[in-house]
């Protein structure tokens, strides 16, 4: 089973997202855990991978996700955390996987599907 951890941040009405290069999609800033990483340690290491000039403030969890991806049928659970407080330029470290980090709003961006649960829970129209 893979195992994330996930940022959610909002600031004004916008989203911090990240795009994957290699299909384009939007999703929430984080990754995978490695053997014997906590999810927040997890997620902070992810965070000064892909965005290192982002400073993040406290983090709290707000749920963890257990489902099926519907193609392939591969296990998925993911720690969703919120943070009130970034700061720092959005600048990609890791531009073999993303080739864009924005403040974008909720709507209108083709999104992973982890991405559009957390977004249509947590932002419903």
């Known amino acids: ?3 994330s951890s996930k ?10 997202m990240v ?22 340690s997890c997620l902070r290491r992810e965070i000064r991978e892909e965005l290192p000039k982002l400073k993040l403030g406290p983090l709290k969890l707000w749920k963890e996700v257990k489902a099926r991806k519907g193609r392939t049928g591969r296990r998925m659970s ?19 996987e ?7 709003k909720p709507r209108g961006a083709r999104l992973t599907p982890t991405s559009r649960y957390i977004r249509d829970k947590l932002f419903p129209r």
């Open 19 to 40: 795009r994957r290069r290699r299909d384009g999609l939007w999703m929430f800033p984080g990754g995978r855990k490695r053997a014997g990483e906590s999810d927040r």
């Open 98 to 104: 993303i080739d864009r980090a924005v403040w974008r």
């Open 1 to 3: 089973m893979a195992k």
């Open 7 to 16: 940022l959610v941040v909002a600031r004004k009405g916008r989203l911090l």
């Open 78 to 96: 993911d720690a969703i955390f919120l943070a009130k407080k970034v700061s720092g330029r959005l600048k990609v470290g890791d531009k073999k």
